[in-house]
C-alpha cells in the first residue's frame, strides 16, 4: 500500500535532483522583499482584528447569533495565528526581516505549547527526522500507530478512539508531546527531566487556561459561561483543524516511511527526496490553503522549511515539474479523500501488520541491501 | 497627544516599560493597537518622528528627530542606531547626532550619502518629513566631561558630525569655551558645518577654526593637505595642554596617533572611526580571528572554514543546535558585529545586528556574537 511508485534514483541523479530543488530555493529567497514583509504584517493584523471582534461579539452573546459569529471569528483568529503566523514565523521564514516581531526565536503563540519546545520537537525532530520511525515524534504522536513498522501491541485496538480525542485536545497533545512521556514509562528517559521540561509547559499552559477561561470570561461579567464556552469552542475548532490538516500532511496513503538506517551518511539530495516522498499535499482554493498555513503545500514546506510559506503555491509548479523528470511520485488530493485514506489507515493499523517487504530505500542503497538481505 | 509623547513626559512611558505591560499583554500586541492612536506610542521601542530636513550640501542632509519618551537623551559625542526597513529588511546603522544635547532640540542627524550605502541613501532618497524612524539609546564614550578644560577638535570627512555636537555643547554650556577646531576634507565642499562653526568662533573670543582641504587647491588663509606635525603646530602649538577628540577616516587616526606618540604628548586623546571590519583572505585554515560570545563575556580564536557553531563548540560554548544543516532555525543567534558568510547561501553579511544560523555561518574578520 505504502510501497514507493516512485522510480528508485542513482546517486548522481538524486544529486541532481537535490542540485535543482537548491536552485529553485535560492531563486525564491533571492526575491523575497517588501511584497513578503507586507502579507506577513496583513495576516498579523488580520489576526489582530478577528480575535479582538471575536472577544467583542462574544461580550454581546446574550444574542446567540452573536456568540456563534463570535466563536466562528475567534475560532479564525486562532487558527490564523497558529498555522499561517505562528508555525511559519517560528520556523525562521521572515528572519530575513530582521524585525524583533517575526524572529523565530522569540516568537510566541497562541497555543499551549511553548514555543521553545515546540521548536525543538517540530523544526528540529520532525523536519530533520521527517516520518523516519522511531526518530519522528510525529508519526503517531506517541500515541497511535500509523505504520506497519511500529511494534504492535494490544493497546492499540482502541486507537481510533485516541484519534478523536486527540483531535479534540491536540493543543495539549502537542504541547505534551516533547515531554517524550511515553519514553519515561519505557525507562528511556529520566523522570527528572521530564519533570525539568514540564515546568515550561505548565507555566505556558496555565497562562492559556487563565486568558481564556478566567479573565476574559470574568470580564464578561454575567456572561462568564457562555463567554468561556465560545473560548472553548474556538479552541477545540482550531484543534480539530489543526489535526486534520497536519495529519493529511505525512500519513495518507501515499507517503513512505523510513527506517534509521536511511539517515546514515545522508546527503542534501537524499534528504529532500526523504521529504517529497514522506509528505503529502492537499487541493483548495486560496483561502483554504491560507487557513491551513500553506501546509496544503506540505511537500513544499518540507523541502523548503525556511521559505515564506505563501510562496509554496507557486513553487509547487516547479517542484512538481522537477518531481516529474525524476519519476518521482507527488502526492497530493482532496482533504476529504486524503483524510479517508489517514481514516482507514488508523483503523488498519489498530489491528497487528506487518511491513509488506523491505522497501527499497533512498538511493542506491537497495542493491546493497537486497544483498545483505 | 503628540506632545505628551515626547521625552519630556516621562512618567507614561516608565509606566509602559515596566514588566506589565511586556509581561501580560506582550509588546507587539500593545504596539499593534497603540499604534493605531499613534505610531510614537510604544511599549519599549525607542521611535521618531522626522520633523525637519536639511540639505546642508549637495551629498549631506539634516535630519531633525523628535523622539518619543523612551529615549533617554545624548551626551555630545555620542551614537545613536537608527534602524529603517528597506524593501522589508530592517537595516541599522550608528550615526552621531549633530546637535548639543538639550530636552528641546531632540536629535539632529546630519548624513552624508555614500555611493553604495544603503541606508544612507535611503535615507537621502524616502525619508520625508512626518515619517517614523526607529532608534536605539545612545551609546560611544567619544564624549568630553562636563568641565572639559582647553579642546583641540580634529574631523576628518563626515567624521565632522561628533565634533559638532561637542563644539556646539560647549559654546552654549560654558562662558569662555576655548576650543581650536582643525577641519579635514577632499574640496571646500566636503567640510560640512564651516560657515557655522565660523560663526561660533566670531561669537566666542578664544574658539578657533582651521580648515585644511586635500583635493584641491587651499584658499591662502587656509592650510593645505592631509594632517602633519606643521598644521599642529600652527594652530595649536599649545596641544600639549588640549584634550584632544579626533574622528574621521582610519588614515586620519593613524596619522594623528602617530604624532602624539611620537611627542609623547601628555594631553588625553580620544578617537574614532567609521572603518568596516577587514575580511580576512578566503581559505585560511589557521585561527587567526577572535569571536566574542558577548553574552557570556568568552571569546575563542577561530578560523574562516569551519561553521561558528562547531567552533564555539570546541571553544567550550554550548550554543542551542538542532539539525547541524541549516534546516531547523534552533541555532539562529544574533551577530553583533563582524563579517560573515552563510555557506548555504553564499551571502556575506556586514551589517551589525543580524541573525546568522550558527551551523552555516563562517566567520571572515573577528565577530561579537549574542551568545
Same mark, same amino acid.
Given at each position: 500500500?505504502?510501497?514507493?511508485?516512485?522510480?528508485?534514483?542513482?546517486?548522481?541523479?538524486?544529486?541532481?535532483?537535490?542540485?535543482?530543488?537548491?536552485?529553485?530555493?535560492?531563486?525564491?529567497?533571492?526575491?523575497?522583499?517588501?511584497?513578503?514583509?507586507?502579507?506577513?504584517?496583513?495576516?498579523?493584523?488580520?489576526?489582530?482584528?478577528?480575535?479582538?471582534?471575536?472577544?467583542?461579539?462574544?461580550?454581546?452573546?446574550?444574542?446567540?447569533?452573536?456568540?456563534?459569529?463570535?466563536?466562528?471569528?475567534?475560532?479564525?483568529?486562532?487558527?490564523?495565528?497558529?498555522?499561517?503566523?505562528?508555525?511559519?514565523?517560528?520556523?525562521?521564514?521572515?528572519?530575513?526581516?530582521?524585525?524583533?516581531?517575526?524572529?523565530?526565536?522569540?516568537?510566541?503563540?497562541?497555543?499551549?505549547?511553548?514555543?521553545?519546545?515546540?521548536?525543538?520537537?517540530?523544526?528540529?525532530?520532525?523536519?530533520?527526522?521527517?516520518?523516519?520511525?522511531?526518530?519522528?515524534?510525529?508519526?503517531?504522536?506517541?500515541?497511535?500507530?500509523?505504520?506497519?513498522?511500529?511494534?504492535?501491541?494490544?493497546?492499540?485496538?482502541?486507537?481510533?478512539?485516541?484519534?478523536?480525542?486527540?483531535?479534540?485536545?491536540?493543543?495539549?497533545?502537542?504541547?505534551?508531546?516533547?515531554?517524550?512521556?511515553?519514553?519515561?514509562?519505557?525507562?528511556?528517559?529520566?523522570?527528572?527531566?521530564?519533570?525539568?521540561?514540564?515546568?515550561?509547559?505548565?507555566?505556558?499552559?496555565?497562562?492559556?487556561?487563565?486568558?481564556?477561561?478566567?479573565?476574559?470570561?470574568?470580564?464578561?461579567?454575567?456572561?462568564?459561561?457562555?463567554?468561556?464556552?465560545?473560548?472553548?469552542?474556538?479552541?477545540?475548532?482550531?484543534?480539530?483543524?489543526?489535526?486534520?490538516?497536519?495529519?493529511?500532511?505525512?500519513?495518507?496513503?501515499?507517503?513512505?516511511?523510513?527506517?534509521?538506517?536511511?539517515?546514515?551518511?545522508?546527503?542534501?539530495?537524499?534528504?529532500?527526496?526523504?521529504?517529497?516522498?514522506?509528505?503529502?499535499?492537499?487541493?483548495?482554493?486560496?483561502?483554504?490553503?491560507?487557513?491551513?498555513?500553506?501546509?496544503?503545500?506540505?511537500?513544499?514546506?518540507?523541502?523548503?522549511?525556511?521559505?515564506?510559506?505563501?510562496?509554496?503555491?507557486?513553487?509547487?509548479?516547479?517542484?512538481?515539474?522537477?518531481?516529474?523528470?525524476?519519476?518521482?511520485?507527488?502526492?497530493?488530493?482532496?482533504?476529504?479523500?486524503?483524510?479517508?485514506?489517514?481514516?482507514?489507515?488508523?483503523?488498519?493499523?489498530?489491528?497487528?501488520?506487518?511491513?509488506?517487504?523491505?522497501?527499497?530505500?533512498?538511493?542506491?542503497?537497495?542493491?546493497?541491501?537486497?544483498?545483505?538481505? | 497627544?503628540?506632545?505628551?509623547?515626547?521625552?519630556?513626559?516621562?512618567?507614561?512611558?516608565?509606566?509602559?516599560?515596566?514588566?506589565?505591560?511586556?509581561?501580560?499583554?506582550?509588546?507587539?500586541?500593545?504596539?499593534?493597537?497603540?499604534?493605531?492612536?499613534?505610531?510614537?506610542?510604544?511599549?519599549?521601542?525607542?521611535?521618531?518622528?522626522?520633523?525637519?530636513?536639511?540639505? /546642508?550640501?549637495?551629498?549631506?542632509?539634516?535630519?531633525?528627530?523628535?523622539?518619543?519618551?523612551?529615549?533617554?537623551?545624548?551626551?555630545?559625542?555620542?551614537?545613536?542606531?537608527?534602524?529603517?526597513?528597506?524593501?522589508?529588511?530592517?537595516?541599522?546603522?550608528?550615526?552621531?547626532?549633530?546637535?548639543?544635547?538639550?530636552?528641546?532640540?531632540?536629535?539632529?542627524?546630519?548624513?552624508?550619502?555614500?555611493?553604495?550605502?544603503?541606508?544612507?541613501?535611503?535615507?537621502?532618497?524616502?525619508?520625508?518629513?512626518? /515619517?517614523?524612524?526607529?532608534?536605539?539609546?545612545?551609546?560611544?564614550?567619544?564624549?568630553?566631561?562636563?568641565?572639559?578644560?582647553?579642546?583641540?577638535?580634529?574631523?576628518?570627512?563626515?567624521?565632522?558630525?561628533?565634533?559638532?555636537?561637542?563644539?556646539?555643547?560647549?559654546?552654549?554650556?560654558?562662558?569662555?569655551?576655548?576650543?581650536?577646531?582643525?577641519?579635514?576634507?577632499?574640496?571646500?565642499?566636503?567640510?560640512?558645518?564651516?560657515?557655522?562653526?565660523?560663526?561660533?568662533?566670531?561669537?566666542?573670543?578664544?574658539?578657533?577654526?582651521?580648515?585644511?582641504?586635500?583635493?584641491?587647491?587651499?584658499?591662502?588663509?587656509?592650510?593645505?593637505?592631509?594632517?602633519?606635525?606643521?598644521?599642529?603646530?600652527?594652530?595649536?602649538? /599649545?596641544?600639549?595642554?588640549?584634550?584632544?577628540?579626533?574622528?574621521?577616516?582610519?588614515?586620519?587616526?593613524?596619522?594623528?596617533?602617530?604624532?602624539?606618540?611620537?611627542?609623547?604628548?601628555?594631553?588625553?586623546?580620544?578617537?574614532?572611526?567609521?572603518?568596516?571590519?577587514?575580511?580576512?583572505?578566503?581559505?585560511?585554515?589557521?585561527?587567526?580571528?577572535?569571536?566574542?560570545?558577548?553574552?557570556?563575556?568568552?571569546?575563542?580564536?577561530?578560523?574562516?572554514?569551519?561553521?561558528?557553531?562547531?567552533?564555539?563548540?570546541?571553544?567550550?560554548?554550548?550554543?542551542?543546535?538542532?539539525?547541524?544543516?541549516?534546516?531547523?532555525?534552533?541555532?539562529?543567534?544574533?551577530?553583533?558585529?563582524?563579517?560573515?558568510? /552563510?555557506?548555504?547561501?553564499?551571502?556575506?553579511?556586514?551589517?551589525?545586528?543580524?541573525?546568522?544560523?550558527?551551523?552555516?555561518?563562517?566567520?571572515?574578520?573577528?565577530?561579537?556574537?549574542?551568545?
Amino acid at each position: 500500500m505504502d510501497q514507493s511508485s516512485s522510480r528508485p534514483l542513482e546517486r548522481e541523479e538524486i544529486e541532481a535532483f537535490g542540485a535543482e530543488l537548491d536552485a529553485l530555493r535560492q531563486r525564491v529567497l533571492g526575491s523575497l522583499g517588501e511584497e513578503d514583509a507586507r502579507y506577513i504584517r496583513r495576516i498579523r493584523s488580520t489576526v489582530r482584528w478577528t480575535g479582538l471582534g471575536g472577544r467583542a461579539l462574544l461580550f454581546a452573546s446574550v444574542l446567540p447569533p452573536a456568540w456563534v459569529g463570535g466563536t466562528l471569528l475567534l475560532g479564525l483568529s486562532k487558527i490564523l495565528e497558529n498555522m499561517e503566523l505562528g508555525h511559519n514565523v517560528m520556523h525562521g521564514q521572515y528572519d530575513w526581516m530582521r524585525d524583533p516581531e517575526f524572529r523565530s526565536q522569540s516568537y510566541e503563540w497562541d497555543t499551549v505549547c511553548p514555543a521553545d519546545a515546540w521548536r525543538h520537537s517540530h523544526n528540529y525532530l520532525h523536519h530533520t527526522f521527517t516520518n523516519v520511525v522511531g526518530r519522528d515524534r510525529d508519526v503517531g504522536y506517541g500515541v497511535l500507530r500509523i505504520f506497519p513498522e511500529q511494534p504492535w501491541h494490544p493497546g492499540f485496538l482502541p486507537q481510533p478512539l485516541y484519534a478523536v480525542w486527540l483531535a479534540l485536545w491536540f493543543e495539549w497533545g502537542v504541547a505534551f508531546h516533547d515531554l517524550e512521556l511515553d519514553r519515561v514509562i519505557r525507562g528511556e528517559k529520566s523522570p527528572k527531566q521530564a519533570a525539568r521540561e514540564l515546568f515550561p509547559v505548565l507555566r505556558k499552559a496555565s497562562r492559556q487556561v487563565a486568558k481564556d477561561y478566567i479573565v476574559f470570561p470574568a470580564m464578561a461579567g454575567p456572561l462568564f459561561i457562555p463567554v468561556l464556552a465560545g473560548n472553548a469552542t474556538a479552541n477545540v475548532l482550531r484543534n480539530v483543524w489543526a489535526f486534520l490538516v497536519i495529519f493529511c500532511g505525512h500519513f495518507t496513503d501515499g507517503v513512505e516511511s523510513f527506517q534509521e538506517s536511511n539517515l546514515a551518511d545522508e546527503t542534501r539530495g537524499e534528504w529532500y527526496l526523504r521529504q517529497l516522498r514522506g509528505s503529502s499535499n492537499l487541493e483548495g482554493g486560496p483561502v483554504f490553503h491560507v487557513l491551513t498555513g500553506n501546509l496544503s503545500h506540505q511537500i513544499e514546506h518540507h523541502l523548503f522549511p525556511d521559505v515564506p510559506a505563501h510562496r509554496y503555491g507557486q513553487m509547487a509548479e516547479d517542484v512538481r515539474r522537477i518531481a516529474r523528470k525524476y519519476g518521482q511520485h507527488y502526492e497530493t488530493g482532496s482533504l476529504v479523500r486524503q483524510f479517508a485514506t489517514v481514516a482507514r489507515r488508523i483503523l488498519r493499523q489498530s489491528f497487528p501488520s506487518r511491513p509488506a517487504k523491505p522497501r527499497p530505500a533512498i538511493g542506491d542503497v537497495p542493491t546493497l541491501q537486497g544483498v545483505a538481505a | 497627544m503628540e506632545r505628551i509623547l515626547e521625552p519630556r513626559f516621562r512618567t507614561l512611558f516608565r509606566v509602559l516599560e515596566s514588566p506589565l505591560v511586556t509581561r501580560w499583554l506582550g509588546e507587539p500586541t500593545f504596539d499593534f493597537y497603540a499604534g493605531l492612536v499613534s505610531p510614537m506610542l510604544t511599549a519599549r521601542r525607542i521611535v521618531a518622528r522626522v520633523e525637519a530636513i536639511h540639505e /546642508d550640501t549637495p551629498s549631506v542632509k539634516s535630519f531633525a528627530l523628535r523622539p518619543n519618551g523612551h529615549f533617554r537623551g545624548f551626551r555630545a559625542g555620542q551614537h545613536v542606531n537608527v534602524t529603517v526597513e528597506i524593501d522589508g529588511v530592517r537595516h541599522t546603522r550608528a550615526y552621531s547626532p549633530s546637535n548639543a544635547p538639550g530636552a528641546r532640540d531632540g536629535v539632529v542627524l546630519t548624513v552624508k550619502r555614500h555611493e553604495g550605502g544603503r541606508v544612507s541613501q535611503w535615507l537621502h532618497d524616502h525619508l520625508q518629513v512626518g /515619517d517614523v524612524v526607529e532608534l536605539g539609546q545612545a551609546f560611544g564614550d567619544f564624549t568630553a566631561p562636563r568641565e572639559p578644560g582647553k579642546l583641540l577638535l580634529v574631523a576628518g570627512g563626515s567624521g565632522v558630525t561628533p565634533i559638532a555636537s561637542l563644539l556646539r555643547d560647549v559654546c552654549r554650556r560654558l562662558p569662555d569655551p576655548d576650543v581650536v577646531v582643525l577641519l579635514y576634507g577632499r574640496t571646500y565642499a566636503d567640510l560640512i558645518f564651516a560657515r557655522e562653526f565660523d560663526a561660533l568662533a566670531r561669537e566666542h573670543a578664544k574658539v578657533q577654526v582651521h580648515r585644511s582641504v586635500t583635493g584641491e587647491p587651499a584658499a591662502s588663509r587656509d592650510l593645505s593637505g592631509r594632517f602633519s606635525t606643521a598644521h599642529l603646530d600652527a594652530v595649536a602649538p /599649545d596641544a600639549a595642554e588640549r584634550r584632544a577628540f579626533v574622528c574621521g577616516p582610519r588614515a586620519l587616526i593613524d596619522d594623528v596617533r602617530a604624532l602624539w606618540a611620537e611627542r609623547a604628548l601628555p594631553s588625553p586623546l580620544r578617537t574614532e572611526t567609521f572603518a568596516p571590519p577587514e575580511a580576512a583572505p578566503d581559505a585560511d585554515l589557521a585561527p587567526t580571528l577572535r569571536v566574542t560570545a558577548a553574552r557570556t563575556a568568552r571569546s575563542f580564536a577561530a578560523n574562516t572554514a569551519t561553521p561558528l557553531l562547531v567552533q564555539a563548540e570546541r571553544a567550550g560554548l554550548s550554543p542551542a543546535s538542532g539539525c547541524r544543516q541549516g534546516i531547523c532555525f534552533s541555532c539562529t543567534c544574533r551577530k553583533k558585529t563582524g563579517l560573515v558568510r /552563510d555557506l548555504s547561501t553564499g551571502v556575506v553579511s556586514s551589517e551589525p545586528d543580524e541573525d546568522v544560523r550558527l551551523c552555516v555561518t563562517v566567520p571572515l574578520s573577528d565577530v561579537a556574537l549574542d551568545l
